[in-house]
């Protein structure tokens, strides 16, 4: 991979970690920021899949459609598709919580259900990576 690419791959798994991160602050908060969690969530989720196609010299446009991305990573490598389908759900957190509304928020269990599947996006990506891409 050329150096140009791989530090704008590692750039954008960085950026998936660090939202991964800002979840486990917001889920162990007293009280849990759930509705923030979320969105960090989808953002890294988003971000890694971003890397992915980077990584992959796939061009995608400025969205936060998960079922989009995702659609494009499983056409590069199918396996994907089981760590991907699940994210899918996450792309309405990228603005539910975001702007005032009636919309009601998850309860901690599926809270922690949306951080595994963010979480098991990020790894699946960083398995299919080389390790000089992983941040």
């Given at each position: 991979?050329?150096?140009e690419?791989?530090?704008?791959?590692?750039?954008?798994l960085?950026?998936?970690?660090?939202?991964?991160?800002?979840?486990?602050?917001?889920?162990?908060?007293?009280?849990?920021?759930?509705?923030?969690?979320?969105?960090?969530?989808?953002?890294?989720?988003?971000?890694?899949?971003?890397?992915?196609?980077?990584?992959?010299?796939?061009?995608?446009?400025?969205?936060?459609?998960?079922?989009?991305?995702?659609?494009?990573?499983?056409?590069?490598?199918?396996?994907?598709?089981?760590?991907?389908?699940?994210?899918?759900?996450?792309?309405?957190?990228?603005?539910?919580?975001?702007?005032?509304g009636?919309?009601?928020?998850?309860?901690?269990?599926?809270?922690?259900?949306?951080?595994?599947?963010?979480?098991?996006?990020?790894?699946?990506?960083?398995?299919?990576?080389?390790?000089?891409?992983?941040?």
């Open positions: 991979m050329q150096p690419k791989l530090s704008e791959v590692r750039s954008w960085k950026k998936a970690a660090g939202d991964l991160r800002g979840a486990d602050i917001d889920l162990a908060a007293s009280p849990p920021f759930i509705e923030d969690m979320l969105f960090h969530c989808q953002q890294a989720a988003e971000k890694s899949m971003k890397g992915f196609l980077t990584a992959h010299d796939r061009v995608f446009r400025k969205t936060h459609d998960l079922d989009e991305l995702a659609s494009a990573c499983e056409a590069v490598d199918p396996t994907l598709k089981e760590f991907l389908n699940p994210a899918r759900d996450l792309t309405v957190f990228a603005w539910e919580f975001r702007y005032p009636e919309a009601e928020t998850p309860s901690m269990e599926e809270a922690r259900q949306f951080r595994g599947v963010a979480g098991e996006v990020y790894q699946a990506i960083l398995t299919r990576l080389p390790q000089e891409a992983h941040p």
